[in-house]
């Protein structure tokens, strides 16, 4: 039985769903950037299986290029983390209050 | 793709994602990680897109993932310390986000449906037909991608740089000269 582009919609719902509550719960700036990873990944599994309904290739070219900013992302923000670091020695989300007033 | 290998994937990927979220050691937060971006990758090629699929695999796991890792290795990361539990943060948190789950699922779940069967040409998926797609209607937005890297990269070096100034350390910015003082005095 092949399977319905919804299951995979569905999969997708969940696992941008499990993204936002690890953003959400856990205070580890990495473990954070990692629920970031997760989200766009259920997005991109979205664009996808949408794609496939269609019958276009439209949705695999927009997620070619969110990789690309994943990857310009991921670059940027692992450099925050060690500037960071190396200023607080901390990565808890709590302590890290420069910008609050 | 079978039902049965659709589950099979389903299930790992659920359970990598939320061993993101529940392990207490960052890296094995992100070998969970890995494992439910392979699984994503796979259930690409089952939906017919190949090249992107391993490309998520090669990219994903084999460049950012390795990127966390050696950051979390240079700065000593392994043991988080004392976990900072806010009880209502996490409440709230988990409900939320189970009420998204469920709320996309809905929606999807109640899609209109595309009319008449999309035709899947023969070449759907392959390195052909997007390159064909990526070096004309989006040759645009990939030239500007180059540029994006471009930045990243240098925005990258200039922030990992060791900075000079105190403006990260926790001493507030009055006692700025102090720092500079001390530094230079050592």
């Known amino acids: 039985m092949i399977t319905p582009i919804d299951y995979f919609m569905g999969l997708s719902a969940v696992i941008f769903a499990i993204g936002v509550a690890g953003m959400l719960v856990r205070r580890n700036v990495i473990v954070m950037f990692m629920s970031i990873e997760l989200m766009l990944n259920a997005v ?46 901390t990565l808890n989300a709590d302590e890290l209050n420069l910008l609050r007033w | ?38 699984d994503v990758g796979v259930l690409f090629v089952g939906l017919g897109a190949e090249t992107l699929g391993f490309l998520q695999i090669i990219i994903y ?37 189970a009420a998204l789950a469920a709320e996309l699922s809905v929606f999807f779940f109640n899609a209109q449906p595309v009319s008449g069967v999309a035709t899947i040409p023969g070449t759907y998926g392959s390195v052909e037909s997007l390159a064909r797609m990526l070096f004309s209607d989006y040759l645009v937005a990939f030239e500007v991608t180059s540029i994006l890297l471009l930045a990243a990269v240098a925005g990258a070096i200039a922030l990992a740089r060791r900075m000079t100034g105190a403006a990260l350390t926790r001493t507030p910015v009055e006692g700025e000269g102090v720092v500079r003082a001390r530094e230079s005095g050592s």
């Open chain 1, 44 to 89: 991109n599994l979205a664009f996808v299986a949408l794609g496939r309904r269609v019958g276009s290739m439209d949705g695999q070219v927009i997620v070619f290029f969110v990789m690309t900013v994943a990857a310009a992302e991921a670059a940027v923000g692992l450099a925050i983390i060690i500037s960071l670091y190396r200023g607080r020695e």
């Open chain 2, 61 to 97: 796991v084999g460049a950012i993932m390795v990127l966390f890792l050696f950051v979390i290795w240079l700065l000593n990361l392994q043991i988080e310390p004392a976990p900072n539990a806010h009880l209502a943060l996490k409440f709230f948190g988990s409900i939320g986000a």
């Open chain 2, 1 to 38: 793709m079978p039902l049965w290998l659709f589950i099979f994937l389903a299930v790992i990927a659920i359970c990598g994602a939320f061993g993101v979220i529940l392990q207490r050691n960052p890296v094995h937060c992100l070998l969970a990680l890995a494992l439910t971006l392979i």
